[in-house]
């Protein structure tokens, strides 16, 4: 099976602008989850979708969003940009949710 | 916060083994150790999970203690490609949407 997939891998945006990430995960796994990554931070839960429905949420401002589409597919959007949403953006996927998840590479943003 | 606490960092050399500490005080009786490790600018990689019992495939073991407030990932032979940092997470199988990372262990495979 191919592994999670993330478009694009590498991307540089300016303050104000928005973005939009696409993962797609292991086919048949219904589960997607996002994580943001930065030095200072480490790695941190976004949400999580399962049969496009948001299941759970972490503590991030509203101008992070995501949806999934039936196919399992996931895209999250990033509006108004700050320099601190320079990160690198990890989706995985799990058949059904759960703590066993496989990730993509990854999707660097940096912001100027 | 992370339920799990490592060094910061460690050394290891090729061909020996490396043994990965990790504390999990708080650990409740259902919530299973998991080992994810990230190489350099990749996304992070499942190793290995385990409840109460030793779990061995084909990565790695993972020696649980039989309070089960520690555990240790051992890599049997490292190679300069096991270079990584290691996290170690305390979670529930199948209802865990959200997995908390702590700093993990940053491991350096030295020729």
């Known amino acids: 099976k191919a592994g999670v997939t993330q478009t694009p891998r590498y991307l540089i945006k300016t303050r104000g602008q928005q973005v939009t990430l696409s993962c797609s995960p292991i086919?048949?796994?219904?589960?997607v989850s996002w994580y943001q990554q930065t030095p200072g931070q480490g790695l941190q839960f976004l949400f999580e979708?399962?049969?496009?429905?948001?299941?759970n949420k972490g503590n991030f401002p509203g101008r992070f969003s995501g949806r999934q589409f039936s196919n399992s597919r996931s895209e999250m959007n990033v509006s108004t940009l700050e320099l601190g949403d320079s990160a690198l953006y990890l989706c995985a996927s799990s058949p059904q949710g759960g703590a066993e998840q496989f990730f993509g590479p990854g999707t660097r943003l940096t912001v100027l | 916060d992370a339920k799990t606490t490592q060094p910061p960092s460690m050394d290891c050399a090729e061909g020996r083994a490396a043994n990965l500490p990790c504390n999990h005080s708080t650990i409740s009786g259902n919530e299973y150790v998991y080992w994810y490790r990230q190489i350099h600018s990749q996304g992070p990689q499942y190793i290995i999970h385990?409840?109460?019992?030793?779990e061995t495939n084909e990565m790695a073991s993972l020696i649980i203690t039989e309070d089960r407030k520690s555990s240790t990932l051992i890599l049997p032979h490292a190679t300069l490609r096991d270079t990584a940092v290691y996290y170690c997470?305390?979670?529930?199988?199948?209802?865990?949407?959200?997995?908390?990372w702590g700093a993990g262990t940053k491991l350096i495979i030295k020729p």
């Open positions: 997470i305390v979670a529930l199988p199948y209802s865990n949407y959200q997995l908390i």
């Open positions: 385990g409840l109460k019992n030793n």
């Open positions: 979708y399962f049969s496009e429905t948001q299941r």
């Open positions: 086919s048949g796994h219904r589960s």
